[in-house]
């Protein structure tokens, strides 16, 4: 079964700074997808970005940007220029081929607090 | 606009009641899900369904019961065989005829009284 972890619990970073989430999962697929969704205060699941395992370029959003390791089965998270908007959970999950892309499995997250 | 609906944001639940949780989409997918978030943990599955008619249980699908009627409704009935019901549920959707990410909904929270 895949697993998907995020060892961080929580995370704090000044308004304007770059901060990394960092996300490990385990996995025997080849064909997968990633995401980051983020949770705010509201508690809105709220999708940032996704990377398809087959790309090798990194996916970007804007100020979101990731790191993804194929063969290290690493997938952090870079958050440019903070906001203090930014501030929420952030969750890493997994979707992959065997269950039909149909199941999202997810890490435990990490909180992220954006400070003037 | 599209969009997920859950209903009511707060539930309020007796012991030995069962309570049912409402999930609605007009986004036209195919498949929809529910999650519970308990704090400090991730988000775990309950149930799937990708059609009408048909459903899965996920991953902690004990003390719970879905249908799936319409292709709208997903509804989520947590019966007094849960013996820790109060969590944050969530309901998602996705197409199936595509590789993209589920959208959620808003959320409900159960309690206990």
């Known amino acids: 079964a895949q697993t998907v972890t995020q060892s961080q619990p929580e995370m704090s970073v000044q308004e304007a700074e770059t901060v990394t989430l960092s996300c490990t999962y385990d996995?025997?697929?080849?064909?997968?997808?990633l995401f980051w969704y983020k949770q705010p205060p509201s508690r809105q699941m709220i999708l940032v970005i996704r990377q398809e395992a087959y790309k090798q370029q990194n996916a970007t959003e804007n100020r979101f940007s990731v790191n993804f390791q194929k063969a290290a089965k690493s997938f952090s998270l870079k958050i440019s220029d903070s906001q203090l908007g930014d501030t929420a959970m952030y969750f890493c999950?997994?979707?992959?081929?065997?269950?039909?892309?149909?199941?999202?499995?997810f890490g435990t997250g990490t909180r992220l607090l954006v400070s003037p | 606009d599209g969009g997920i609906t859950q209903s009511p944001k707060y539930l309020f639940r007796k012991e030995g009641q069962n309570v049912t949780l409402s999930c609605e989409q007009n986004l036209n997918h195919d498949a929809m899900y529910w999650y519970r978030q308990d704090p400090g943990q991730g988000l775990r599955l309950i149930y799937y369904s990708q059609i009408v008619n048909d459903f899965q249980k996920g991953d902690i699908a004990e003390g719970y019961s879905v249908s799936r009627e319409k292709k709208e409704s997903f509804p989520l009935t947590v019966t007094s065989a849960q013996k820790n019901p109060t969590a944050f549920y969530l309901c998602?959707?996705?197409?199936?005829?595509?590789?993209?990410?589920?959208?959620f909904g808003d959320g409900t929270r159960l309690s206990i009284l």
């Open positions: 998602a959707s996705r197409s199936v005829y595509s590789n993209q990410p589920q959208h």
């Open positions: 999950a997994f979707m992959g081929l065997n269950t039909g892309f149909q199941k999202l499995v």
């Open positions: 996995t025997s697929e080849n064909n997968y997808y």
